[in-house]
Nanobody, 124 residues
Framework: QVQVVESGGGLVQAGGSLRLSCTVSGLTFANYAMGWFRQAPGQQREGVASINENGVATYYADSVKGRFTISRDNAENTLYLQMNSLKPEDSAMYYC?????????????????RGQGTQVTVSS
């Protein structure tokens, strides 16, 4: 049974930082591209960042470029999202997902497995 579990969300002031983690079990982590989505109430889901299987290739949405960094540790089956210079508009539920292609994860929203999400709230 595949499990995808996000952690690290919380309440932070604008300009602050958070580091999200996502641990995956029940699949061969190194064989999957991984990504982070976010969705705020009443808004469409947005592909925030994604990374290919070996961590060499990454994609970032324009809204987070230069502020967020995605990384992965295949030995620990863990995906990370370092979020710096947070803005109130970054407030959303953040989801971790595993898929076949890092660009299809972010641009087409295609994934095989997804977690339950972790809430990020940025106060102004």
């Amino acid at each position: 049974q595949v499990q995808v579990v996000e952690s690290g969300g919380g309440l932070v002031q604008a300009g602050g930082s958070l580091r999200l983690s996502c641990t995956v079990s029940g699949l061969t982590f190194a064989n999957y591209a991984m990504g982070w989505f976010r969705q705020a109430p009443g808004q469409q889901r947005e592909g925030v960042a994604s990374i290919n299987e070996n961590g060499v290739a990454t994609y970032y949405a324009d809204s987070v470029k230069g502020r967020f960094t995605i990384s992965r540790d295949n030995a620990e089956n863990t995906l990370y999202l370092q979020m710096n210079s947070l803005k109130p508009e970054d407030s959303a539920m953040y989801y971790c997902a595993a898929g076949q292609s890092y660009w299809r994860l972010s641009l087409a929203g295609e994934f095989d497995y997804r977690g339950q999400g972790t809430q990020v709230t940025v106060s102004s």
